[in-house]
């Protein structure tokens, strides 16, 4: 593998010490390490150690006037392949997780366009704590990678999860990480989360869509390299990082925006769009006049998967979803032939289930050789598995 120019940013814990040794091992294969410390970093392992062993200049501080001069932190956020933040102590996964940016660590965190990973270092109680389980929780669904931590003797005495990775651990995540994956050079379009289609300027027609699904898909085909563009209706998640990020109300403005956004290698279309629209929706709220009950007339929305399919630039391969709450292989077999896409990801989506809103899913793929059915198991892994999927059949 070619060098890769890494950002390390040490957090102030123990295990800085091993820290050291991963610099020696990145530069050993050839990568090269700009090392940023914390303050409490600092306590644990001197800047001059560090920037021995990285041969470079240690940065430390937000206003460092001569830094912003040579090197300011936005581009030293941008300047890198990979940020690896090691060890991430409990204190610098929270401030990742809330958005705080009050130092030149935490400021570079969030400045940064690039992918992040963390090997998390802390006693295990911190580690086991239901604050680091919920940050932890917020940074996957912000698409950070984790390396570690392990299992096993700490430094305070006791036993569990909360050590840091061994520095060759650590070296082959950063190396899986920067390594492009199987769907580098691919541009994926993915589509989510509801439509909600007006009937006054204040009330509008919805379903119980979240969102979540979809946005998963576009982070794990992320994380085998593909180029997302994410068309995405008002959701109930947000929005993954690093996708090109189209936001829409209704279903026609998902179809511009689906159009704008091809060519594309593949496209997966997990938005639960609104069937019907007004067929006029009204330009001021709707008031109760005392002539009774305001009749809503529907008109028909375009179907956007069976549009693209139907289209010219229809991309190589074309994955939709069937939401169904009866006869899922059946109606999800005879969507999969009017609509003219490549696979159905099928699901049964009746309220017993659970599954819309959920965050598991139990879901039938059914393409032209026929029906697979996968266990249940949670939208990631379903989304991860589906992505891995593509990859192979796009080759
Ligand atoms: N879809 C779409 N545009 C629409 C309706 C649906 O692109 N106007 C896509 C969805 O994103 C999904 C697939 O078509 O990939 C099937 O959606 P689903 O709601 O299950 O089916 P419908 O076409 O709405 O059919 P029905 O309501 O009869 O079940």
Avoid at 158 to 182: K, L, S, Y
Wanted: proline fraction near 5%.
């Amino acid at each position: 593998m070619a060098g890769k120019k890494i950002l390390l940013i040490i957090g102030g814990g123990i295990a800085a010490f091993k820290s050291l040794d991963l610099i020696r091992r990145l530069r050993e294969r050839g990568h090269s390490v700009t090392p940023v410390l914390t303050k409490a970093a600092t306590e644990f392992v001197t800047p001059l150690s560090v920037s021995a062993l990285a041969g470079e200049k240690v940065y430390q501080d937000l206003f460092d006037l001569n830094d912003e001069a040579e090197m300011g932190h936005i581009e030293l956020s941008r300047a890198a392949d990979l940020v690896v933040v090691a060890p991430a102590t409990a204190d610098l996964m929270g401030k990742m997780a809330a958005g705080l940016a009050n130092d030149l660590a935490s400021t570079l965190l969030m400045a940064t366009d690039k992918r992040v990973l963390i090997a998390p270092s802390m006693n295990v109680r911190m580690w086991e704590h239901a604050a680091t389980q919920r940050n932890l929780a917020t940074l996957h669904e912000d698409g950070i990678l984790t390396c570690g931590p392990n299992e096993g003797d700490m430094a305070c005495g006791e036993f569990g999860f909360g050590r840091m990775a061994e520095p060759m651990e650590i070296v082959g995540a950063i190396e899986a990480a920067v390594n492009d994956g199987p769907l580098k050079g691919r541009h994926v379009l993915v589509t989510s989360g509801p439509t909600h289609e007006p009937i006054d300027p204040v009330r509008y027609i919805a379903n119980r869509s979240s969102g979540a699904q979809g946005a998963a898909i576009a982070r794990a085909l992320l994380s085998l390299g593909a180029e997302v563009t994410f068309v995405t209706g008002p959701a109930d998640v947000v929005a993954p990082m690093r996708v090109n990020l189209v936001a829409v109300q209704t279903a026609q403005q998902m179809l511009e925006a689906v159009n704008a956004a091809l060519p594309a290698d593949a496209a997966v279309f997990a938005a639960a769009v609104a069937d019907w629209r007004m067929e006029h929706a009204a330009d001021q709220k709707i008031k109760k006049d005392g002539n009774g009950l305001p009749v809503l007339a529907f008109a028909e929305n375009p179907d956007i998967l069976a549009t693209v399919c139907a289209g010219t630039q229809k991309p190589k391969l074309v994955v939709g979803f069937a939401a169904e709450t009866q006869n899922v292989v059946e109606n999800a077999t005879a969507k999969r032939k009017r609509k003219g896409c490549d696979w159905i990801v099928a699901n049964d989506v009746s309220p017993s289930t659970g599954i819309m809103g959920g965050s598991e899913n139990d879901v039938t793929l059914i393409s032209k050789d026929g029906a697979e059915d996968w266990p249940r198991m949670g939208k990631d892994q379903v989304a991860q598995r589906l992505a891995e999927k593509i990859a192979e059949a796009l080759g």
